[in-house]
């Protein structure tokens, strides 16, 4: 029995000395590699992954920043970076959340008005992509949350901070996204209109008129509207959208009596 018992105490060794192991090898691929660095040195770090293009490294360095500077101007700084490196790194959703946080957070920070400009331009690149093929899909289901956020975040700025650096580029860019929202509209018009649905094309063109004055886009939607009420039998609301596209514009004449058609192969929203 003694000999049963001491045969047994090797055995219950080698398994605590296999279970240290085992939680020595944890706890190294666990080590925090900054945790004796200095808040300078972890910048530093930050900065050059994203100078390498190697945002998705930069930005949990910017979120150790955040907690060590924590109650610092260093601090803000960081999570406006993070904001960027994340948006750099496809991670829209994300750089929305951060730049909800900082604004809600820091209201009366210096980095403010950049924090407004970079949420309009996450959502304004977000517009891009959606308006990028526009007119080679259906467009009776889109949303244009994502540019109606941006314009909003750009007008904030722009009111709020007109003196800012940032101010005159986002004020290009408000121009833009009504633009783009106004034929947005008629492309919708001219979908409906297409398939007989006039009085569908009838709602989405006048959107286009009234909601977004003095675009290009007005244009086409009067033509849709004439031809719309013409298909309708409503002469007298015809002859009006005539009369104000032949007031407005010097061929309204001619385009109030064209065929209307999908321009696949001529994307609009290529200004720059």
Same mark, same amino acid.
Not at 54 to 80: C, I, N, W
Not at 92 to 121: C, E, V
Not at 192 to 212: D, F
């Given at each position: 029995?003694?000999?049963?018992?001491?045969?047994? %105490?090797?055995?219950?060794?080698? %398994?605590?000395?296999?279970?240290?192991?085992?939680?020595g090898?944890?706890?190294?691929? *666990?080590?925090?590699?900054t945790?004796?660095?200095?808040?300078s040195? $972890?910048?530093?770090?930050?900065?050059?992954?994203?100078?390498a293009?190697?945002y998705?490294?930069?930005v949990?360095?910017?979120?150790?920043?955040?907690? !060590?500077a924590?109650?610092?101007?260093?601090?803000q700084?960081?999570?406006?970076?993070?904001?960027?490196?994340?948006?750099?790194?496809?991670?829209?959703?994300?750089? $929305?959340a951060?730049?909800?946080?900082?604004?809600?957070?820091?209201?009366?920070?210096?980095?403010m008005?950049?924090?407004?400009?970079?949420?309009?331009?996450? *959502?304004?690149?977000?517009?891009?992509g959606?308006?990028?093929?526009?007119? !080679?899909?259906?467009l009776?289901?889109r949303?244009?949350?994502a540019?109606? =956020?941006?314009?909003?975040?750009?007008?904030?700025?722009?009111?709020?901070f007109?003196?800012?650096?940032?101010?005159? =580029?986002?004020?290009?860019?408000? $121009?833009?996204i009504?633009?783009?929202?106004?034929?947005?509209?008629?492309h %919708?018009?001219?979908?409906?209109?297409?398939?007989?649905?006039?009085?569908a094309? $009838?709602n989405?063109?006048?959107?286009?008129?009234?909601?977004?004055?003095?675009?290009?886009?007005?244009?086409?939607?009067?033509v849709?509207?004439?031809?719309s009420?013409?298909?309708?039998?409503?002469?007298?609301?015809?002859?009006?959208? !005539?009369?104000?596209?032949e007031?407005?514009?010097?061929?309204?004449a001619?385009?109030?009596?064209r065929?209307?058609?999908?321009?696949?192969?001529?994307?609009?929203?290529?200004?720059w």
């Amino acid at each position: 029995m003694l000999r049963a018992k001491l045969s047994v %105490v090797p055995a219950f060794a080698l %398994v605590a000395s296999l279970s240290a192991l085992l939680m020595g090898c944890s706890s190294t691929t *666990n080590v925090d590699k900054t945790a004796g660095w200095s808040t300078s040195r $972890i910048y530093s770090e930050a900065k050059d992954e994203v100078s390498a293009g190697a945002y998705d490294k930069a930005v949990p360095l910017f979120e150790k920043l955040e907690g !060590r500077a924590a109650g610092t101007p260093l601090a803000q700084q960081a999570e406006l970076e993070k904001a960027y490196a994340q948006y750099k790194a496809g991670e829209q959703a994300q750089a $929305i959340a951060t730049l909800d946080r900082f604004i809600r957070l820091h209201p009366a920070s210096p980095g403010m008005d950049y924090a407004l400009y970079m949420k309009g331009i996450v *959502n304004f690149n977000d517009n891009l992509g959606l308006f990028a093929n526009i007119t !080679r899909q259906d467009l009776s289901e889109r949303d244009q949350k994502a540019a109606k =956020d941006s314009f909003e975040s750009f007008k904030e700025l722009s009111t709020r901070f007109p003196d800012s650096r940032y101010t005159p =580029d986002a004020r290009q860019r408000m $121009i833009y996204i009504v633009n783009s929202l106004a034929q947005y509209e008629v492309h %919708v018009a001219r979908y409906y209109y297409s398939r007989g649905a006039y009085v569908a094309a $009838i709602n989405r063109a006048q959107i286009a008129v009234t909601e977004y004055r003095d675009v290009p886009a007005a244009q086409e939607a009067l033509v849709i509207l004439a031809k719309s009420y013409d298909a309708l039998g409503m002469t007298q609301l015809r002859d009006d959208a !005539r009369r104000v596209l032949e007031k407005n514009y010097a061929d309204g004449a001619d385009l109030s009596n064209r065929s209307l058609k999908n321009k696949a192969s001529d994307p609009w929203w290529k200004i720059w």
